[in-house]
C-alpha cells in the first residue's frame, strides 16, 4: 500500500486473488452501521425493514435479518428470497405498484405483516384474494403527499405525476373504501417521496403532511397503527471514507420530535441505500489504456452490467486505483467493456497514472449495484466476496 489515494481499507492481497469484476462487501461496516441504526430506534415504537430490492444478496440479507430487522420487498421474488434469508414475515412490508396475482396469494400465505396499496383496484383484489383465501390482509394505503424530494427525476417518487401512491385528496374515500371491506384490515399510512434524498427538509415536510392527517383522521375517530415513513435517506458518494454511513441520529430525531405520534401507533422505516450503500465496492481490472486524440480512456472488464447507476442517473461514485505506485497523477475517462455509448462509469476523473492489470475500485456500490445486475451482452453477473467481520 502506498500514498495519496489509496485506501487502506482494502485487503489488497486477498482481493488479487479474486476474478474480476466483482463486489467486495466490508461486513464491519454493515454491522456497524446495522448498530448505529439500532441504537437511534432502541427504546422508541419504532421498527426498520430493510428494502431488499437495494441489495438481494443472500449473504447480506443474512446479515441484516440476523440483527432484529424487517424486509421490505418489492415483488413475489423478494417475498421468497426475504423468508429463506430468515426475515420473519409477520416484519415485511409488501410495496409495489404492481402486484400480481400470484404475488398477492404469496404475501398471504405467508401472512406477510403489510401490504402497502398503492391504488384502488389493488385493494378490492387483495380483498377479494385473500376471501377466496379464507384469510384477511393487513395493508397500509400508500399516499402520495405531493412533496418533491429534490433528488433525480427517475427516484423522486412523491410528487403527484407520478405513478406512485393516492393522491392525498382521494384518501379519505380510500380510507372509507378500506374500512368496509371485509377481508382487509387497515393497519397504516405508508409514505415514500424518493431516494438518495441528502437534505432534511422534504422530511420535515412530511412530518406536518402526517400530523396534519393524524389530527384529521382522529376527529373521524379513525386510528393507526402503523405510520410508514418509507426510506430514501441518502449516502455521501463523494466522500466514502469520511462519511461511511448518514447521519442517522440526525435522521431519526427529525421523526421523533416532528410527529405527533399516537398512542399504541409504530413508526415504520423502509431503508435501502442508507443500509448497504456504503459497505460494498465494486472491484475490476483494467483491461487496456487508450488514448484518443482529446481522451485517455481506461478500459475495465466492469461495465454497466455490473453498476448501471452512472449510465442510468448519471450517478458519481468514487473511482480509486488501488494498485498503481505512480505518484504522477493522470486524467481518464473510465469505461466499461458494453457496446453501448452510455457505459462510462466516470468522465475527466484523476488517478494515478494507470496501467494494464491494475485494480481499480469503485466506491459506494453496495446499494442498486449488485441487484441490477444483468447479463447484457451474455456478460457473466459480478461475483460477491465479503470481508472477515472483527466482530460478529
Ligand atoms: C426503493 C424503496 C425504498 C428504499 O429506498 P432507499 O432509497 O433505498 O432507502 C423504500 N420504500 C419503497 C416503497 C421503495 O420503493
Same mark, same amino acid.
Given at each position: 500500500m502506498g500514498q495519496g489515494l489509496k485506501t487502506p481499507v482494502f485487503p489488497i492481497d486477498m482481493l488479487q486473488g479474486q476474478h474480476t469484476p466483482f463486489y467486495?462487501?466490508?461486513?464491519?461496516?454493515?454491522?456497524?452501521? /446495522?448498530?448505529? %441504526?439500532?441504537?437511534?430506534? =432502541? +427504546?422508541?415504537?419504532? $421498527?426498520?425493514?430493510? &428494502?431488499?430490492?437495494? !441489495?438481494?444478496?443472500?449473504?447480506?440479507?443474512?446479515?441484516?435479518?440476523?440483527?432484529?430487522?424487517?424486509?421490505?420487498?418489492?415483488?413475489?421474488?423478494?417475498?421468497?428470497?426475504?423468508?429463506?434469508?430468515?426475515?420473519?414475515?409477520?416484519?415485511?412490508?409488501?410495496?409495489?405498484?404492481?402486484?400480481?396475482?400470484?404475488?398477492?396469494?404469496?404475501?398471504?400465505?405467508?401472512?406477510?405483516?403489510?401490504?402497502?396499496?398503492?391504488?384502488?383496484?389493488? /385493494?378490492?383484489? %387483495?380483498?377479494?384474494?385473500? =376471501? +377466496?383465501?379464507?384469510? $384477511?390482509?393487513?395493508? &397500509?394505503?400508500?399516499? !402520495?403527499?405531493?412533496?418533491?424530494?429534490?433528488?433525480?427525476?427517475?427516484?423522486?417518487?412523491?410528487?403527484?405525476?407520478?405513478?406512485?401512491?393516492?393522491?392525498?385528496?382521494?384518501?379519505?374515500?380510500?380510507?372509507?373504501?378500506?374500512?368496509?371491506?371485509?377481508?382487509?384490515?387497515?393497519?397504516?399510512?405508508?409514505?415514500?417521496?424518493?431516494?438518495?434524498?441528502?437534505?432534511?427538509?422534504?422530511?420535515?415536510?412530511?412530518?406536518?403532511?402526517?400530523?396534519?392527517?393524524?389530527?384529521?383522521?382522529?376527529?373521524e375517530g379513525i386510528h393507526f397503527e402503523t405510520i410508514n415513513m418509507g426510506g430514501g435517506l441518502g449516502i455521501d458518494y463523494d466522500n466514502p471514507d469520511e462519511c461511511p454511513m448518514p447521519d442517522f441520529e440526525q435522521f431519526f430525531n427529525l421523526f421523533k420530535q416532528g410527529l405527533n405520534l399516537r398512542n399504541n401507533q409504530r413508526l415504520h422505516f423502509e431503508l435501502g441505500r442508507s443500509i448497504v450503500g456504503g459497505c460494498g465496492t465494486l472491484i475490476s481490472r483494467v483491461v487496456y489504456v487508450k488514448e484518443s486524440r482529446n481522451k485517455k480512456f481506461v478500459i475495465l472488464d466492469a461495465g454497466m452490467t455490473d453498476l448501471i447507476r452512472p449510465a442510468l442517473y448519471g450517478a458519481h461514485h468514487q473511482i480509486q486505483n488501488l494498485t498503481s505506485s505512480q505518484e504522477e497523477m493522470a486524467t481518464y475517462d473510465i469505461v466499461g467493456p458494453v457496446c453501448e455509448s452510455s457505459d462510462v462509469f466516470a468522465s475527466d476523473c484523476r488517478l494515478p497514472v494507470t496501467r494494464r492489470g491494475d485494480m481499480i475500485a469503485i466506491r459506494s456500490a453496495g446499494a442498486y449495484g449488485e441487484s441490477m445486475a444483468s447479463t447484457y451482452n451474455m456478460r457473466s453477473l459480478p461475483g460477491s466476496v465479503f470481508s472477515t467481520p472483527a466482530n460478529g
Open positions: 467486495y462487501y466490508d461486513l464491519d461496516l454493515l454491522h456497524r452501521t /446495522l448498530d448505529e %441504526i439500532s441504537r437511534m430506534t =432502541a +427504546g422508541a415504537p419504532i $421498527t426498520v425493514h430493510y &428494502a431488499v430490492k437495494a !441489495n438481494g444478496n443472500p449473504r447480506i440479507m443474512k446479515e441484516i435479518s440476523s440483527r432484529g430487522f424487517g424486509a421490505d420487498l418489492v415483488s413475489g421474488g423478494e417475498v421468497a428470497a426475504a423468508i429463506k434469508a430468515g426475515f420473519k414475515p409477520s416484519e415485511m412490508t409488501f410495496s409495489g405498484v404492481g402486484k400480481t396475482d400470484w404475488e398477492i396469494r404469496l404475501g398471504l400465505e405467508h401472512e406477510i405483516g403489510c401490504f402497502n396499496v398503492e391504488s384502488v383496484q389493488e /385493494l378490492e383484489i %387483495i380483498n377479494e384474494i385473500a =376471501a +377466496g383465501m379464507g384469510k $384477511t390482509a393487513s395493508i &397500509a394505503i400508500r399516499v !402520495n403527499p405531493d412533496i418533491d424530494a429534490h433528488t433525480h427525476k427517475y427516484i423522486t417518487t412523491g410528487t403527484a405525476d407520478n405513478k406512485f401512491g393516492i393522491g392525498i385528496e382521494v384518501l379519505h374515500d380510500v380510507v372509507n373504501l378500506a374500512s368496509s371491506l371485509p377481508h382487509i384490515h387497515l393497519k397504516g399510512l405508508h409514505f415514500h417521496i424518493g431516494s438518495q434524498i441528502t437534505e432534511m427538509k422534504p422530511y420535515a415536510m412530511l412530518c406536518d403532511t402526517v400530523n396534519r392527517l393524524l389530527d384529521e383522521y382522529d376527529r
